[in-house]
């Protein structure tokens, strides 16, 4: 059931996207004709456009009026990627009851929408969820009238591309440094203030294998992160490679009042300190023994936060 779950939460990091409480209309950069023929397109009444670049010349993000309904979307010169239709109703009951039974409860929601075009009967929505005193974008999906799987970091969009021209000089200087290395394909993320992180698949060979790693830049091309692989021993069951937390992360965790009475495990697969080129990082899932929700979390090697991610588990 575990493995099921992880399966579904794993489709919201797949070109899923999120809107933020607010967006300040700002005089665009030249917004090509073909972006906006694909909004005409499919919303030929669109009106009241607002176009925000995203990823320079590449992708807008354009919030528009159709009739009395709002809607957000992602667009480029060829395709539209996704749309969420505002609505004013609340949350459902379904979500509420699945967040009020989960460790992650005490929140507020707002910005409720729903995704255009998912196939009936599935359904997927974004909100955002103010826990603690900080925003996330949450996405839950609806399957057969039951919830599937509900997901909340700082993300607000995921965006997928197969071509490294879209990454900071200074990055591609950096996976080019390791001949071992191959580039397949970078998820640009765009968080709720905007900022981006770059998050890299890359593949090399291991003892014979072809095996994949991420790296994970930010916004400036540095290098803040990266999976496990790269020095992981090959029985998952296998030990952490170090005792004690770092004093930055420990403190970070107690700090954190929707973790408290989580905990992690001494396996490598909730708790990893990754090694690559001379450099470090950590990796760890914190677990609620009782609800089975839990939050993964990954530092830099200073034990600098660089990205968390809440999941809820369903029954």
Known sequence: MRVIVLCI???FSIASCNQVNRLE??????????????????????ENMVFKPLL??????????????????????TKIWETYRFSSE????????????SAFKGGTFSANRDQIGTVAPDQRNRLIYNLQGNDYSFNWVLVDNRIAGAAFEETLYWILYEDMSVLPQ?????????PNIKFVSVEVKISLNYTKSYNVLVSFD???????????????????WFSRAFNEPDDPNSLPNFDELPDAIQEYIDASPELAGFTTQPVIGMKW?????NAKCYTLRYLNN????????????EGKLVNKSYFIYFQ
């Not at 209309?25 to 669109?46: C, D, R, S, T």
């Not at 993000?61 to 009395?68: I, L, S």
């Not at 609340?90 to 039974?101: E, H, I, Q």
């Open 290 to 301: 009782t609800t089975f929700d839990f939050c993964d979390l990954q530092f830099d090697g």
């Open 206 to 224: 291991k003892d014979g294998v072809k095996t994949y790693a991420n790296l994970l830049f930010n916004e400036a091309g540095d290098i803040k």
């Open 170 to 178: 200074q990055t591609q200087t950096y996976i080019h440094a390791d």
């Open 90 to 101: 609340n949350p459902p009951s379904k979500l509420l009851t699945l967040v009020g039974n």
């Open 9 to 11: 939460l794993c489709l």
């Open 56 to 77: 320079e010349k590449l992708v807008w993000e354009v919030k528009f009026d159709e009739g009395a309904d709002k809607y957000s979307t992602l667009a480029d010169s």
């Open 25 to 46: 209309p700002i005089e665009p950069e030249p917004v090509p004709g073909k972006v906006i023929e694909q909004i005409k397109q499919w919303y030929p009444n669109a």
């Open 273 to 277: 300190m990754g090694e690559y080129r």
